[in-house]
């Protein structure tokens, strides 16, 4: 596994990271030593950036994590994210958990099937006091006395604008509880206004091959200001990890001209993955696929043929030439899903040109 340094932070991390928002919950069929097996053994496979959320399975992510990893704590990089606060029915559901989850797994119920009254509404909480009790709380569940990287997790935009959040964040980082900071980014829209906040380390935007919003603008800011980049939802929340005849776009896609054009860009991909030889996951995650850096001077990429590769394409070539130790710009790396975290996939639906053009 290769290990990147992570923008200008004197952290490296392994290029594939572990996403952990499965870890846990009521819908998963893993127990708690099968998610541990699954996690030290990503770790022995060289796996050592793992990216969560206190919110995530109501906190059971963390606490897993905290089981996985203790010991080993200076073998990992760790970072998670606050922000949303987990109403009353959900508090509730974590304490009965252990309870409950048998007979969810036994009824085959899926999390879309409980009535919103049960589910609750999240809220969000950016504020001083809470950002630093959200900190301790993380440290406790993961047993460790530092987080390597405190992200803010989908913050509003006006959020952002205000900056409410620096002086608690720089409290932590002051104290050591926290490293770094950055932000998860709801929207490739607010990358303009993170990037100038002060003594911001990362941005996380969601990048696959079927959004690829970020790369125009706000990947080669990031890499302009040494600022690391993740890449979030590189299998775009499981359409890329699932066969067409699994996948449920009523679910998640109501607006039918909107459903319509996203089964024209799975298709379209599934195309170019069955030319290449490749399942759908394996294009989503390949590693002649990514953008390793976003290079002012693009790689001297050329397609099969010997011609040079259009410059959309160009930009988005890996080169050997341009990886993380001799290009001055930061490496962009991802997560993505229990235990199939991976480089951004960055080939557009609409490409015409086969996997061999991507080829440095």
């Not at 990216?51 to 905290?66: F, I, R």
């Not at 509730?92 to 009824?107: A, G, I, M, T």
């Not at 006091?129 to 006395?145: F, I, M, N, P, W």
């Not at 600022?227 to 359409?239: D, K, P, T």
Request: proline letters at 6%.
């Amino acid at each position: 596994m290769e290990r990147t340094r992570f923008g200008t932070t004197d952290l490296y991390v392994s290029d594939i990271g572990f996403g952990c928002a499965r870890l846990g919950g009521l819908f998963q069929s893993a127990d708690k030593p099968g998610m541990v097996r699954t996690l030290r053994e990503a770790l022995a496979a060289g796996v050592t950036f793992y990216d969560t959320s206190d919110m995530y399975t109501q906190g059971e992510s963390e606490q897993v994590l905290g089981e996985a990893f203790h010991g080993v704590r200076d073998q990992v990089v760790l970072a998670s994210k606050f922000g949303y606060c987990l109403p009353a029915q959900r508090q509730l559901l974590s304490r009965v958990k252990p309870l409950v989850k048998p007979l969810v797994q036994r009824l085959g119920l899926r999390r879309e099937h409980l009535p919103s009254a049960i589910r609750g509404s999240l809220a969000q909480n950016f504020s001083p006091g809470y950002v630093v009790h959200a900190v301790e709380q993380s440290l406790r569940r993961l047993k460790t006395d530092h987080l390597d990287l405190c992200q803010l997790h989908s913050p509003p935009a006006e959020v952002l604008a205000q900056g409410d959040f620096l002086a608690p964040l720089q409290l932590l980082q002051r104290q050591g509880k926290i490293r770094y900071y950055g932000v998860s980014c709801e929207r490739t829209s607010d990358a303009d206004v993170c990037l100038r906040l002060v003594g911001i380390s990362s941005l996380q935007l969601r990048m696959s091959l079927l959004d690829q919003s970020a790369l125009p603008d706000a990947v080669k800011q990031a890499a302009a200001r040494g600022v690391a980049m993740i890449a979030r939802e590189c299998f775009a929340g499981g359409l890329l990890a699932k066969p067409a005849e699994a996948q449920d776009l009523d679910a998640v896609l109501p607006d039918d001209a909107e459903r319509e054009a996203k089964r024209h860009e799975i298709s379209a991909v599934h195309a170019i993955a069955k030319r290449g030889g490749r399942s759908l996951p394996e294009l989503a995650r390949a590693p002649t696929w990514q953008t390793r850096c976003a290079c002012a001077r693009p790689p001297r990429c050329r397609m099969a043929s010997g011609k040079p590769l259009p410059r959309c394409a160009r930009a988005r070539c890996l080169s050997s030439r341009h990886t993380g130790i001799a290009c001055p710009n930061p490496p962009l790396f991802a997560v993505n899903g229990l235990g199939s975290g991976s480089r951004c996939g960055v080939a557009s639906p609409h490409d015409k040109y086969r996997q061999e053009s991507l080829r440095a």
